[in-house]
């Protein structure tokens, strides 16, 4: 069992900075990968970036060059960076861990980010 637990959401002005948390209950330094996920109303849930255990990133195509994912081992902790903001950034955002591949999914309670004037 991953309990995860995301703090840093709330309401930032377009072009403003954020930066979220993902603390773990345990150890992610051995994890297969963890993620950020985000989700706004009537939309589907949907990749934000991921970090697999190699340090390799991956970012869907409306946040690249503006966020950025990252993870502290020693604090069983992982970051996400966001720059730039944008009004259809605005979403409930989830953490993710993936221990093993094909392994179980374990999820956060999520955190809102607002963006607005």
């Known amino acids: 069992q991953v309990q995860l637990v995301e703090s840093g959401g709330g309401l930032v002005q377009p072009g403003g900075s954020l930066r979220l948390a993902c603390a773990a209950s345990?150890?992610?330094?051995?994890?297969?990968?963890m993620g950020w996920y985000r989700q706004s109303p009537g939309n589907q849930r949907e990749l934000v970036a991921v970090i697999r255990s190699g340090g390799v990133t991956n970012y869907a195509d409306p946040v690249k060059g503006r966020f950025t994912i990252s993870r502290d081992n020693a604090k069983n902790t992982v970051y996400l960076q966001m720059n730039s903001l944008k009004a259809e950034d605005t979403a409930v955002y989830y953490c993710?861990?993936?221990?093993?591949?094909?392994?179980?999914?374990?999820w956060g309670q999520g955190t809102q980010v607002t963006v607005s004037a």
């Open positions: 993710n861990a993936v221990p093993f591949p094909g392994g179980k999914n374990y």
């Open positions: 345990r150890s992610i330094s051995n994890f297969y990968a």
